[in-house]
């Protein structure tokens, strides 16, 4: 199955120079991510349930505003059960924001089939368009490719009857590089539109090896996220551009970038 990617991003008509790209070019790329649940504020929250609610619309509200800078990302991703809420507060306010989610997060390797169809199914219906899955990366460790394909397509297959895209997070702080290329060759034939190096949740994020060779094996999008940082941006973007001119093609469907605090911490211009 070919990538639903169109095939003419060949044609570069967004060619820009990375080192001088502005905080409002980078949103442009970048899928602004709240991904806490309520957990995540036990113990630090006299009402953990309305402060993550009172966090989330804050998180939707500054996105919608551009972050106060201009900086209005591509796509904002969010967990399965925030779908809902998110789409009627995109459609009444800023509806060329797409909507993301996420199948299998963080760990890939303990959801099972059903659970990620499932998780899916939901976030599609709530009106996402694009779905970020966990890779199970163990099983594919473990040599049994079929099974991490059919894993794939059976997810795939609800997201392309929604006319959706399918980004595959690798979580390659967890690969070596060899295994890194190898499932990037894969994923050409898996039929995903993008590939992504990382949850942000396992033992580190984004490389830049790494993530050249994502971009030189696999032929549709690649999403750079976990632990994207001022300071590794750039060198992270010249990575996924696949070119050796500091040029990159700045369209949202070649890259992206995964993050949740990348913009509110970037200086107004370019690289320090």
Request: glycine fraction near 10%; proline fraction near 4%; hydrophobic fraction near 35%.
């Given at each position: 199955?070919?990538?639903?990617?169109?095939?003419?991003?060949?044609?570069?008509?967004?060619?820009?120079?990375?080192?001088?790209?502005?905080?409002?070019?980078?949103?442009?790329?970048?899928?602004?991510?709240?991904?806490?649940?309520?957990?995540?504020?036990?113990?630090?929250?006299?009402?953990?349930?309305?402060?993550?609610?009172?966090?989330?619309?804050?998180?939707?509200?500054?996105?919608?505003?551009?972050l106060?800078?201009?900086?209005?990302?591509?796509?904002?991703?969010v967990?399965?059960?925030?779908?809902?809420?998110?789409?009627?507060?995109?459609?009444?306010?800023?509806?060329?924001?797409?909507?993301?989610?996420?199948?299998?997060?963080?760990?890939?390797?303990?959801?099972?089939?059903?659970?990620?169809?499932?998780?899916?199914?939901?976030?599609?219906?709530?009106?996402?368009?694009?779905?970020?899955?966990?890779?199970n990366?163990e099983?594919?460790?473990?040599?049994?490719?079929?099974?991490?394909?059919?894993?794939?397509?059976?997810?795939n297959?609800?997201?392309?009857?929604?006319?959706?895209?399918?980004?595959?997070?690798?979580?390659?702080?967890?690969?070596?590089?060899?295994e890194?290329?190898e499932?990037?060759?894969?994923?050409?034939?898996?039929?995903?539109?993008?590939i992504?190096?990382s949850?942000?949740?396992?033992?580190?994020?984004?490389?830049?090896?790494?993530?050249?060779?994502?971009?030189?094996?696999?032929?549709?999008?690649?999403?750079?996220?976990?632990?994207?940082?001022?300071?590794?941006?750039?060198?992270?973007?010249?990575?996924?551009?696949?070119?050796?001119?500091?040029?990159?093609?700045?369209?949202?469907?070649?890259?992206?970038?995964?993050?949740?605090?990348?913009?509110?911490?970037?200086?107004?211009?370019?690289?320090?």
């Amino acid at each position: 199955m070919p990538n639903k990617i169109c095939e003419d991003t060949a044609v570069e008509e967004n060619l820009v120079k990375i080192e001088g790209l502005t905080p409002q070019q980078i949103a442009s790329v970048c899928d602004h991510t709240f991904l806490k649940r309520t957990e995540a504020y036990k113990g630090k929250s006299e009402n953990p349930v309305k402060q993550r609610e009172r966090d989330f619309k804050e998180f939707l509200e500054a996105s919608i505003k551009g972050l106060g800078r201009g900086m209005v990302p591509y796509a904002i991703c969010v967990r399965p059960e925030d779908c809902d809420y998110a789409r009627h507060v995109l459609r009444a306010e800023r509806s060329d924001i797409q909507l993301c989610s996420v199948v299998g997060f963080p760990d890939g390797n303990w959801y099972p089939i059903g659970m990620k169809v499932m998780e899916a199914e939901l976030a599609l219906s709530y009106g996402a368009r694009e779905i970020d899955m966990v890779l199970n990366y163990e099983t594919f460790r473990e040599g049994n490719i079929s099974e991490v394909g059919r894993e794939i397509t059976a997810v795939n297959s609800r997201v392309i009857e929604r006319q959706g895209l399918l980004k595959l997070i690798f979580e390659t702080s967890e690969l070596t590089e060899d295994e890194v290329k190898e499932l990037s060759k894969l994923a050409n034939g898996w039929g995903v539109d993008f590939i992504k190096t990382s949850s942000g949740f396992a033992s580190g994020g984004a490389e830049a090896g790494k993530v050249k060779l994502m971009r030189k094996y696999f032929g549709g999008g690649v999403k750079i996220s976990g632990y994207v940082k001022p300071g590794n941006v750039y060198e992270l973007l010249s990575a996924a551009s696949g070119r050796d001119d500091g040029y990159i093609n700045l369209d949202p469907m070649v890259v992206r970038i995964g993050e949740s605090s990348l913009l509110t911490n970037l200086p107004d211009k370019g690289a320090e």
